[in-house]
């Protein structure tokens, strides 16, 4: 937790690479210090075929999901931070956008949590 999912046009790719965007995302996220830096996970997916806007040509938008606790103001500044580190990245992008949602701790479960050992029931146990 958390992860980020960045979906965008496979043309972006041609910009800048995979790496690039996905370290940018890790390395926003990890400067807020809202989370350990080893439990931070991002992953991307482009897109060959998308519809967009009359005289859009591309987008990214970044799904964040984190467990609960943060507050709206944490969550925003962690959107505008992400948004403005991948404006610097893309500056003729079509669209960018971040999205955060929180995941419910009451729901929640990972391989730790099932784990018979962990009587603590921490969700990083293990790891």
Do not use: W
Request: with cysteine; net charge negative; glycine share 4%.
């Amino acid at each position: 937790m958390p992860h980020f999912i960045i979906d965008c046009s496979q043309d972006i790719l041609q910009q800048r690479t995979p790496e690039e965007l996905m370290d940018a995302v890790y390395e926003t996220a990890d400067a807020t210090g809202l989370f350990a830096p080893n439990d931070i996970k991002v992953r991307l997916q482009p897109y060959q075929y998308y519809r967009l806007g009359i005289h859009k040509k591309n987008f990214l938008h970044v799904f964040g999901y984190i467990m609960e606790g943060r507050t709206t103001e944490q969550k925003a500044h962690l959107s505008k931070q992400i948004s403005t580190r991948l404006s610097e990245l893309l500056a003729d992008i079509s669209f960018l956008s971040v999205n955060i949602s929180d995941f419910e701790a009451a729901t929640y479960s990972n391989k730790a949590l099932i784990n018979p050992e962990n009587t603590d029931k921490d969700r990083h146990f293990g790891l």
